[in-house]
């Protein structure tokens, strides 16, 4: 797990170090969990999730001598038990296929690098893989995904620069169906800086989609850079209304200290988290284990 998860090396340390201060008192009282709450919400779990873990750890231990290790098993537990409900990989079961991803986020969050993670984990599960470069906004996002691609060796599907991404979308999902595509994974535009065009942008897709499968898109995967901290979950507040996302993907969660967002995003949203980011390699996305992620930040 430590290879695994050398991404949460510091979040881990940061936690560790902010517990390490609190025992020092042996009896769980009132004080301690006042500094456990405290150590919780500056590793960034968020003050909603800091509440529950320590509420959990009085009404199962109050008044009772804990050690350190006792105290970091305790609250790895209890940050599993939030992380659980919310752990969900992305399976393909669409019927007719192809499953259509649509994968949304703001530049420079991971948005093109996770694509090229999401097809190479399909591959590997055998389905068979289409991109479409819907993100036609961006001067670079077309050619990098394109790099991608063959990299994956993946068809891709794309347009000019400045196309239109509706009509991009619906050329994939053409090419997708007769090809036997089990998943097409679409890129768009993260424009957030105007959010009036990217939601007439993604109704427009939404509207060319559902002409040719009512069920599609399946899935709306919104990537967050936990970089970005308390950021990175006022993104969800706003592509939610924006786009309709069903679930999440956190990146960049190895190098940060800030993963205790992760425990916030599941506390606050409940949206289903799919996978995380764990480095810039093409099998840097890791399935979201929710007791194995628990274990190693705590
Ligand atoms: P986009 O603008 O959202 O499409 O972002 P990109 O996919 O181009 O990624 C932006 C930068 O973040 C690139 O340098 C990626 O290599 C890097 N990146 C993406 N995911 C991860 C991750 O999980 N960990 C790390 N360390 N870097 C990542």
Redesign the pocket.
């Known amino acids: 797990s430590d290879r695994l998860f050398g991404?949460f090396r510091k979040t881990s340390e940061k936690l560790t170090s902010n517990l390490t201060e609190v025992v020092g008192t042996a009896k769980l009282d009132d004080a301690t969990l006042d500094d456990v709450e405290d150590a919780l919400i500056l590793s960034d779990l968020g003050p909603a999730a800091a509440a529950r873990v320590r509420a959990k750890l009085s009404e199962k231990r109050f008044g009772l001598e804990i050690t350190e290790q006792e105290l970091k098993d305790a609250v790895a537990e209890e940050i599993a038990a939030i992380l659980r409900p919310v752990a969900k990989p992305l399976e393909i079961t669409a019927f007719p296929r192809p499953q259509v991803l649509l994968v949304i986020?703001?530049?420079?969050?991971?948005?093109?690098?996770?694509?090229?993670?999401l097809a190479h984990l399909f591959q590997e599960d055998d389905y068979a893989v289409m991109l479409a470069a819907g993100?036609t906004f961006?001067a670079a996002?077309i050619g990098?995904?394109a790099t991608w691609a063959d990299r994956v060796g993946v068809p891709l599907v794309r347009g000019p620069e400045g196309g239109d991404p509706a009509s991009i979308v619906f050329d994939a999902v053409k090419k997708a169906t007769e090809a036997g595509t089990d998943a097409l994974i679409v890129?768009t535009a993260?424009r957030l800086q105007n959010k009036r065009e990217l939601m007439d942008e993604l109704a427009k897709i939404r509207k060319v989609l559902g002409r040719l499968n009512p069920e599609a898109p399946h899935d709306v995967v919104l990537?967050l850079?936990?970089t970005n901290g308390q950021n990175a979950l006022s993104q969800i507040d706003v592509f939610k209304e924006v786009a309709g996302v069903t679930g999440l993907v956190m990146?960049?969660?190895?190098?940060t200290a800030r993963g205790g967002v992760l425990v916030q995003a599941a506390e606050q949203y409940g949206l289903p988290i799919h996978a995380?980011?764990?480095?810039?390699k093409i099998d840097?996305?890791r399935p979201f284990d929710p007791d194995l992620v628990a274990r190693v930040i705590a």
């Open positions: 991404g986020g703001v530049n420079g969050s991971g948005k093109t690098t996770t694509i090229a993670k993100d961006r996002a990098q995904l890129d993260g990537v850079d936990a990146t960049k969660l190895d190098g995380i980011g764990v480095g810039e840097d996305l």
